[in-house]
């Protein structure tokens, strides 16, 4: 929520909706004593599906048609135009017919921005330039249910484009079946305690081309309480959701003993998960979604509170803040953990499949489990 000037500023890339500011990128006066001052702010480095409220020092501001703020105290002393960065996107023509310094190439094509003029008043702008930022419906994805590319901030196709795109990992060995049915999971319908509803998972952020991929894509996944990884030649990723046992394992499966861990290491264990999120409610501040606790697991802890701190940086609803806080959780206190060497039988068994484990010494009758590790060797010679 700032702009900023740089000369090499790296480009944001946004999934789904957020406010947001942008690089400064052009400054030029015009007009009798330097009257209007003309600024670019881009926005994203590829083109958006919209770009909506306008907000000026933390509020909104309504703009009339010809884009000139009417909301006090700037009425008629600003004027904002927003450029989506489509393919054929033209100059601006205001800004072309008012400054010397441009001609009709200087489109932008490929960037959304919003141009701002700000008209010189000593009592409108006492303290300096006012901070403007916009809401941002981001990038168009590809979705491979129906092979169309359209706006959506589907966890599981916001995913699937960073991974595909050139400024993410660049990689088309994408398993589409697996990422089909993650998208179904996140389209469904969530009902929420005050009413309504809402998607399942969604992702709204922003993306710097300076960040790594090894940062960006542990974030991602976590706004949709998922597994992300390579498994037979192609990424695959398996969103939050219970999945029915894919196999049945027994005893006779075993290549090898079996390892039985029961409890994590004290180190590891928490009983509460807190964090913050990016609230669309409250104008997309940062803030702390309600924390996560139980008396429970805190009883079993010895009576001592342990807090994880989970920052949910592509989340914007608080309600889905929590279900994925709840769902770390509870998927943290399932502490037994098995690891044995089976047969070809769990061949095809992939990472975050569940799978069921009978062991009548153990008391295990199709007690199932999640995938959570595999490898493949060849069995000594017995």
């Given at each position: 929520?700032?702009?900023?000037?740089?000369?090499?500023?790296?480009?944001?890339?946004?999934?789904?909706e957020?406010?947001?500011?942008?690089?400064?990128?052009y400054?030029?006066?015009?007009?009798?004593?330097?009257?209007?001052?003309?600024?670019?702010?881009?926005?994203?480095?590829?083109?958006?599906?919209?770009i909506?409220?306008?907000?000026?020092?933390?509020?909104?501001?309504?703009?009339?048609?010809?884009g000139?703020?009417?909301?006090?105290?700037?009425?008629?002393?600003?004027?904002?135009?927003?450029?989506?960065?489509?393919?054929?996107?033209?100059?601006?023509?205001?800004?072309?017919?008012?400054?010397?310094?441009?001609?009709?190439?200087?489109?932008?094509?490929?960037?959304?921005?919003?141009?701002?003029?700000?008209?010189?008043?000593?009592?409108?702008?006492?303290?300096?330039?006012p901070?403007?930022?916009?809401?941002?419906?981001?990038?168009?994805?590809?979705?491979?249910?129906?092979?169309?590319?359209?706006?959506?901030?589907?966890?599981?196709?916001?995913?699937?484009?960073?991974?595909?795109s050139?400024y993410?990992?660049?990689?088309?060995?994408?398993?589409?079946?697996?990422?089909?049915?993650?998208?179904?999971?996140?389209?469904?319908?969530?009902?929420?305690?005050?009413?309504?509803?809402?998607?399942?998972?969604?992702?709204?952020?922003?993306i710097?081309?300076?960040?790594?991929?090894?940062?960006?894509?542990?974030?991602?996944?976590?706004?949709?309480?998922?597994?992300?990884?390579?498994?037979?030649?192609?990424?695959?990723?398996?969103v939050?959701?219970?999945?029915?046992?894919?196999?049945v394992?027994?005893?006779?499966?075993?290549?090898?003993?079996?390892?039985?861990?029961?409890?994590?290491?004290?180190?590891?264990?928490?009983?509460?998960?807190?964090?913050?999120?990016?609230?669309?409610?409250?104008?997309?501040?940062?803030?702390?979604?309600?924390?996560?606790?139980?008396?429970?697991?805190?009883?079993?802890?010895?009576?001592?509170?342990?807090?994880?701190?989970?920052?949910?940086?592509?989340?914007?609803?608080?309600?889905?803040?929590?279900?994925?806080?709840?769902?770390?959780?509870?998927r943290?206190?399932?502490q037994?953990?098995?690891?044995?060497d089976?047969?070809?039988n769990?061949?095809?068994?992939?990472?975050?499949?569940?799978?069921?484990?009978?062991?009548?010494?153990?008391?295990?009758?199709?007690?199932?489990?999640?995938?959570?590790?595999?490898?493949?060797?060849?069995?000594?010679?017995?």
């Open positions: 929520l700032v702009n900023q000037k740089d000369a090499i500023a790296p480009h944001d890339f946004v999934y789904g957020v406010r947001k500011g942008g690089a400064v990128t400054y030029e006066t015009t007009g009798t004593d330097n009257k209007f001052l003309h600024q670019i702010i881009v926005l994203a480095g590829h083109e958006v599906d919209a909506g409220d306008i907000y000026i020092n933390d509020e909104v501001v309504t703009l009339d048609g010809s000139f703020v009417t909301s006090s105290p700037w009425s008629n002393k600003i004027r904002i135009k927003k450029l989506l960065g489509t393919a054929n996107q033209a100059a601006d023509p205001d800004l072309l017919a008012e400054s010397g310094q441009i001609n009709s190439n200087f489109r932008g094509r490929g960037l959304a921005y919003i141009y701002v003029r700000y008209e010189f008043d000593q009592d409108v702008f006492a303290n300096g330039l901070l403007v930022t916009a809401v941002v419906r981001g990038k168009k994805v590809f979705d491979p249910r129906t092979a169309s590319t359209a706006y959506s901030n589907n966890a599981a196709l916001c995913v699937r484009d960073y991974i595909s050139a993410g990992l660049g990689d088309d060995q994408i398993d589409d079946t697996v990422f089909s049915a993650g998208a179904n999971i996140s389209d469904e319908n969530v009902s929420l305690s005050g009413g309504g509803t809402e998607k399942r998972y969604a992702i709204n952020g922003v710097n081309a300076a960040q790594s991929h090894g940062d960006v894509l542990p974030d991602m996944r976590t706004a949709c309480a998922g597994s992300l990884f390579w498994g037979a030649g192609k990424w695959k990723l398996v939050g959701d219970y999945i029915a046992p894919t196999k394992l027994t005893l006779d499966d075993l290549r090898g003993p079996i390892s039985l861990a029961t409890r994590s290491n004290v180190r590891d264990q928490f009983n509460g998960v807190q964090g913050t999120f990016n609230d669309a409610s409250q104008r997309w501040i940062t803030t702390d979604y309600p924390a996560i606790t139980s008396s429970a697991f805190q009883t079993e802890d010895g009576g001592e509170e342990s807090l994880l701190d989970f920052p949910l940086v592509y989340t914007t609803s608080a309600a889905t803040a929590q279900r994925i806080a709840k769902l770390t959780l509870y943290g206190r399932e037994m953990t098995i690891s044995a089976f047969g070809l769990a061949f095809d068994v992939e990472v975050g499949e569940i799978i069921a484990f009978t062991n009548p010494r153990y008391g295990f009758d199709e007690k199932e489990f999640e995938v959570v590790g595999w490898a493949f060797g060849a069995a000594e010679a017995g």
